[in-house]
């Protein structure tokens, strides 16, 4: 059984930072895209980061990028997302996934496994 556990969620002022943590354990599985995801309260899943494991090419939803940085450490398994200049409309649960086999990275229907979140609150 694969586990991502995500930490690093917060209670932050505006224009503050969190870096949060994804690490997977369990049974070696292969994982060629892990994404970050984000829902905030009534609204649906979307993505946020994406970044491929063996090359390390990122995506970055546009709402984020220049202040999200997603990055990963092959040695700890573990998958990061820095937040910068968080806004109040950052305020969501925070979701890592991984992608066995590369897909569409924006559709979260593509991601094989899922965290169970981190909750982010950005006060104004």
């Known amino acids: 059984q694969v586990q991502l556990v995500e930490s690093g969620g917060g209670l932050v002022q505006a224009g503050g930072s969190l870096r949060l943590s994804c690490a997977a354990s369990?049974?070696?599985?292969?994982?060629?895209?892990m994404g970050w995801f984000r829902q905030a309260p009534e609204k649906e899943r979307e993505f946020v980061a994406g970044i491929s494991w063996s090359v390390g090419s990122t995506s970055y939803a546009d709402s984020v990028k220049g202040r999200f940085t997603i990055s990963r450490d092959s040695a700890k398994n573990t998958v990061y997302l820095q937040l910068n200049s968080l806004e109040p409309e950052d305020t969501a649960v925070y979701y890592c996934?991984?992608?066995?086999?590369?897909?569409?990275?924006?559709?979260?229907?593509?991601?094989?496994?899922w965290g169970q979140g981190t909750q982010v609150t950005v006060s104004s």
């Open positions: 996934a991984a992608q066995s086999a590369p897909r569409a990275w924006r559709d979260s229907a593509a991601y094989d496994n």
């Open positions: 369990g049974r070696t599985f292969s994982r060629a895209v």
